[in-house]
């Protein structure tokens, strides 16, 4: 993948598998959330990608923008429904890996929408 929205749009509209996975269960949008290729994100959303698909570990498009310290992608991502409760095969969530590697600005990201989200009138 080399970031072409074009070519993208073109084979998402000829019915290409948008959750598509390939070696070691990599798939279009953790590629383009690991390399912070925000556009090609926002296509493969539009064409129904699944926003908490995982690899073969259990790390989601998420984890990857966090690990990546992707403040907007992981925007992005959370605006989308991405679930920061979602677990890897070792039982460990985004939160807890946010946690674990003291990223204090990626922490308030992620709570900001956990927060948003579950605010009601009861609040």
């Known amino acids: 993948m080399n970031n072409s929205k074009e070519t993208a749009e073109l084979l998402l509209s000829h019915g290409a598998n948008v959750d598509k996975k390939a070696?070691?269960?990599?798939?279009?949008?953790?590629?383009?959330?690991?390399?912070?290729y925000k556009e090609m994100v926002e296509i493969l959303l539009s064409h129904g990608a699944n926003v908490n698909e995982k690899d073969i570990y259990g790390v989601t498009a998420l984890r990857c923008a966090v690990?990546?310290?992707?403040?907007?992608m992981a925007e992005i991502?959370?605006?989308?429904?991405?679930?920061?409760?979602e677990k890897d095969i070792y039982g460990v969530t985004t939160l807890h890996y946010v946690a674990q590697n003291h990223l204090k600005e990626m922490a308030k990201i992620l709570l900001s929408h956990i927060n948003a989200k579950d605010y009601n009138a009861l609040h």
Not at 77 to 85: E, F, I, M
């Open 77 to 85: 991502l959370l605006s989308h429904g991405a679930n920061v409760n």
């Open 67 to 72: 690990q990546n310290n992707y403040k907007e």
């Open 23 to 36: 070696k070691f269960g990599a798939f279009a949008l953790y590629y383009a959330a690991s390399h912070d």
